[in-house]
């Protein structure tokens, strides 16, 4: 299994990585203390303390303050968001598909790292390789689901009579309704649909047979 890690999270030393393609069969084999949620496209947040169980849940965003476990997700054209704060107090990830996304559930994330006592500007954000909108179409169906400002330029963008998508966007546009500031921002500009050898795309492929993870803990790297 293939990770690297966003140059933001080396730099604060966050143990913070997102993978290339690997097999979902790998995922029954790893020997971590991982937790991954069981996602369905909302915008609930797990919130895991000392006292939780590992045992999986229904949500699509994990925040936790402990450092005896990792945090992970799974995408294949959503976008993946690690959060941290520099002073590693608190880390979570979020899967935001285009659902998530319009619900506010990175909003939602910020909103509980910030009620922690966490300021803004200790927060970090890395948005992993998803599909881009230049390969992000999308109809009607869900053009009727955004809701203003979600639900024009440059959140939808419009070309020869068909729409497309920008997920990086919708989510740079909720972090920054909570202040975090852009120095505190990566944001990876690999197109999952478009890189066939790296990344695993749901709409290219049409199976689930394959998927990327991201996974961030408070421990050290080690851990990982």
């Not at 996602?39 to 169980?53: F, K, N, R, T």
């Not at 229904?58 to 925040?63: F, T």
């Not at 998508?165 to 919708?170: E, G």
Request: proline share 5%; aromatic share 10%.
């Amino acid at each position: 299994m293939k990770l690297w890690q966003p140059k933001i999270f080396k730099y604060y030393k966050i143990a913070g990585f997102f993978s290339e393609k690997i097999n979902k069969m790998h995922l029954y084999k790893l020997d971590l203390p991982i937790f991954f949620p069981k996602q369905i496209h909302s915008d609930h947040i797990i919130l895991l303390d000392e006292h939780s169980s590992l045992a999986p849940r229904k949500g699509d965003g994990v925040i936790t303050t402990r450092k005896d476990i990792l945090l992970g997700i799974q995408t294949a054209d959503c976008v993946p968001i690690l959060l941290a704060d520099k002073k590693k107090r608190v880390v979570g990830a979020i899967h935001a598909g285009w659902k998530g996304t319009v619900k506010g559930i990175l909003s939602k994330a910020l909103q509980n790292i910030i009620s922690m006592g966490i300021k803004p500007e200790e927060i970090l954000l890395a948005l992993g390789p998803h599909i881009q909108s230049s390969c992000y179409e999308v109809k009607e169906d869900v053009l009727a689901l955004l809701k203003p400002p979600y639900d024009k330029s440059p959140f939808v963008l419009s070309e020869a009579g068909s729409y497309y998508l920008n997920l990086a966007i919708l989510n740079l546009f909720q972090a920054k309704e909570w202040n975090i500031p852009e120095e505190n921002i990566w944001v990876s500009e690999e197109c999952t649909h478009c890189i066939r050898e790296k990344y695993h795309s749901y709409r290219r492929e049409r199976n689930y047979t394959f998927t990327q993870i991201a996974v961030i803990s408070l421990g050290e790297e080690g851990l990982i």
